[in-house]
């Protein structure tokens, strides 16, 4: 199993980027994808996931509006963009494939991610 990621899209010169994340050696569909930000000297921040069967995601609240989650089942590949990018957006950015584990009333009760990609640099300078 391997997450690639391609070298990221500057889009409207700074004002967003766009990572993507191709997955292989397993059916794309089958499992969730998660988008982590990791800044040096702090641990892995999660930011959002996105289930590939369907195209249902779920963002953390402080990236809620400015990133955005999609798959394309045609290529197997999920897209994260993020908007009006800030310094402190400065960062290296992961996919990762992700197994939920859920109660019988449906509530998530674990997620655990086995597989990264080799992650993207991101760098925004003011």
């Known amino acids: 199993v391997q997450l690639v990621h391609p070298g990221a899209e500057l889009k409207n010169r700074v004002a967003s980027v766009k990572g993507s994340c191709k997955p292989s050696?397993?059916?794309?569909?089958?499992?969730?994808i998660d988008w982590v930000r990791q800044v040096p000297r702090q641990g892995p921040e999660w930011m959002a996931r996105?289930?590939?069967?369907?195209?249902?995601?779920k963002y953390a609240q402080q990236y809620q509006g400015r990133v955005t989650f999609t798959t394309d089942s045609f290529t197997n590949t999920a897209y994260a963009e993020m908007a009006n990018l800030r310094s402190e957006d400065t960062a290296v950015f992961y996919c990762?494939?992700?197994?939920?584990?859920?109660?019988?009333?449906?509530?998530?009760?674990?997620?655990?991610?086995?597989?990264w990609g080799q992650g993207a640099q991101v760098a925004v300078s003011s």
């Open positions: 990762a494939r992700t197994f939920l584990r859920f109660r019988r009333d449906k509530k998530m009760v674990a997620a655990q991610s086995d597989f």
């Open positions: 050696g397993y059916t794309f569909s089958v499992h969730y």
């Open positions: 996105i289930d590939p069967e369907n195209g249902n995601t």
